[in-house]
């Protein structure tokens, strides 16, 4: 109970789309905030964008107009929509849920 899993990563072109999942195995998923956060080779991991259980929602600004956070409760799944993507969006990405679990991260990477 309580797990995480995403997918939806993959290889995709400057200016593609890709829309990542967040899979939780636990009930009371809608309950909780969710976040995705991002780690590119050699570098920290960095916030993407925050949805509440309530839905409201926040971006980091390098994504902001580009990528949208959202939530289907009713299957305990989240997602991150990412259009007009740019190299430097290339990472690792995780998805945080429920007390603070952690999936085991989906590649991302935007190249020609």
């Known amino acids: 109970q309580g797990q995480i899993v995403e997918s939806g990563g993959g290889l995709v072109q400057p200016g593609g789309s890709l829309r990542l999942s967040c899979v939780v195995s636990?009930?009371?998923?809608?309950?909780?905030?969710m976040r995705w956060y991002r780690q590119a080779a050699g570098k920290e991991r960095e916030w993407v964008a925050f949805?509440?259980?309530?839905?409201?929602?926040a971006y980091d600004d390098s994504v902001k107009g580009r990528f949208t956070i959202s939530r289907d409760n009713t299957k305990n799944i989240g997602y991150l929509q990412m259009n007009s993507l740019k190299p430097e969006d290339t990472a690792v990405y995780y998805c945080?849920?429920?007390?603070?679990?952690w999936g085991q991260g989906t590649q991302v990477t935007v190249s020609s």
């Open positions: 945080q849920a429920l007390d603070g679990r």
């Open positions: 636990r009930s009371d998923f809608h309950r909780y905030a």
């Open positions: 949805i509440a259980s309530t839905g409201n929602t």
